[in-house]
């Protein structure tokens, strides 16, 4: 392994364990870390208009927990998302959320969104419908009805869910059936819900 670094012009160094240990953040994940440059990434423009075909987005909005970041993205990755777009204060190069993320942060397209207004815009340019997740008070899902074409899905902030200007400007709001004993469900138990059956859909449909 070190020689393929020092093959592909990479250099090492021996460390203390407790250095390495630091390092991980306390976790014992082995004995061997590394500083790599992060992907650019594409832009949100060419992230939008790169599909030929109907496909899901998976909307991060201020999501502050950046082990619920990584976990978001690595169930849209194996949700067949064709990317997340993270907004706000969402993280995605979080320490942990890369963590979390399994490696899916390096194989799912993804970009960082200043504000909702923003993606509004650039989602109604090209005809992308969105769809609001809410805990209660939405369409149910089963029978939630929105248009055979590429859909952003928006999941919210562990607490507060999603700001209310946010549902008000998305096109449709879903909510998943809900014991009267809970709140919510979790944020990535929603997405993960709600991706299955968009891709449900979709894949009937096809």
């Known amino acids: 392994l070190l020689a393929a670094v020092e093959s592909a012009g990479g250099r090492w160094r021996e460390a203390p364990d407790a250095e390495l240990l630091a390092l991980a953040d306390g976790r014992n ?14 832009s949100l423009a060419e992230l939008l208009d790169a599909p030929s075909q109907p496909v ?11 082990g619920n970041v990584g976990a978001l993205i690595r169930t849209a990755l194996a949700s067949h998302a064709a990317g997340a777009i993270c907004v706000g204060s969402t993280d995605p190069l979080h320490p942990k959320a890369i963590r979390t993320s399994l490696g899916s942060l390096f194989k799912l397209p993804f970009v960082r969104v200043a504000s909702s207004d923003e993606l509004f815009e650039a989602l109604r340019r090209r005809g992308i419908h969105s769809l609001a997740t809410i805990a209660r008070g939405g369409a149910p899902l089963p029978t939630a009805a929105w248009p055979r074409t ?6 919210g902030n562990e607490g507060a869910g999603l700001p209310e200007p946010v549902c008000d400007a998305a096109d ?35």
């Open 56 to 66: 899901v987005y998976l909307v991060i909005v201020d999501v502050v927990e950046p």
């Open 29 to 42: 994940s082995g004995r061997l870390a590394g500083l790599v440059p992060l992907p650019a990434g594409p």
């Open 150 to 155: 590429t859909l952003a899905l928006f999941v």
């Open 172 to 206: 449709g709001r879903v909510t998943i059936d809900l014991s009267n004993e809970a709140d919510s469900f979790s944020v990535n138990a929603a997405a993960a819900v709600c991706l299955y059956e968009v891709q449900r859909r979709l894949r009937f449909r096809a």
